[in-house]
């Protein structure tokens, strides 16, 4: 099983999250958030994992293009810059990616015939970088107070050539991988919004992916409140 694009998946199982002993969940490198870092977007956020870092603004909602108006609902653009040099297809997957998932989570019908844009610029990359992308996309949304139905969070997992499952990976572990998945994990139920695999690997393989990636989000989604918390309390 082989693929580069994104595929939109529900996996899940009847009783909920499956089961996943603490030695099978690898460690998450630290990670750390700043928001309303940038003076021009109506939000911005960065995020940092382990030498992974992102910074992401979000414009809008503003006046659309007729071109490009919906009715009933914004339209939302997601622009991915690398560090160095021009946007490829790399980045053109992990923008589809994005968007798909900032669309599931966003209320848009409540800003009908508008813009939203938002752009992610790489700092560095050592490895799960759209996971990184992910969760800066989701502070950037929240700091820009867009309603929205869900937060989400991303998680990266490696399958070494031995069969060990890797969170988090860095670049020189994607790199020595046979098989490499990114999902967004959604706050509510812990369902799976998208996913972005690469490489070969079995079905149960595959489902220890998803199963580690829900555990690794409460982490995360802990972080969210945390960070936002925080943020808050100082003003108050």
């Not at 503003?62 to 622009?79: F, G, N, P, Q």
């Not at 610029?121 to 490895?127: A, E, P, S, T």
């Amino acid at each position: 099983m082989t693929s580069l694009a994104c595929d939109k998946h529900r996996f899940h199982r009847q009783s909920g999250v499956m089961e996943v002993s603490p030695s099978t969940v690898s460690l998450i490198r630290e990670f750390g958030c700043e928001q309303t870092l940038l003076s021009r977007p109506d939000g911005s956020a960065s995020f940092v994992q382990g030498d992974t870092s992102v910074m992401a603004g979000v414009y809008g909602p503003a006046e659309v293009k007729v071109s490009k108006e919906i009715y009933d609902r914004a339209t939302l653009e997601v622009l991915v810059h690398p560090k160095v040099g021009l946007p490829g297809v790399r980045e053109r997957s992990q923008e589809q990616c994005l968007r798909e998932t900032c669309e599931a989570s966003l209320l848009l019908s409540l800003h009908p015939r508008s813009s939203l844009t938002l752009i992610l610029q790489v700092l560095h990359d050592d490895g799960s970088l759209l996971s990184c992308c992910l969760n800066a996309a989701c502070m950037a949304l929240m700091d820009a107070g867009l309603s929205m139905g869900r937060l989400f969070c991303g998680v990266t997992c490696a399958i070494s050539t031995d069969g060990e499952i890797i969170t988090d990976p860095t670049a020189a572990q994607e790199k020595e991988s046979r098989a490499l998945m990114t999902f967004a994990i959604d706050s509510k139920e812990r369902r799976v919004m998208m996913s972005s695999t690469k490489g070969s690997f079995s079905v149960h393989e595959l489902q220890q992916c998803i199963a580690i990636s829900q555990k690794a989000s409460e982490k995360i989604f802990q972080f969210y409140r945390d960070s936002v918390r925080r943020r808050y309390s100082k003003n108050l």
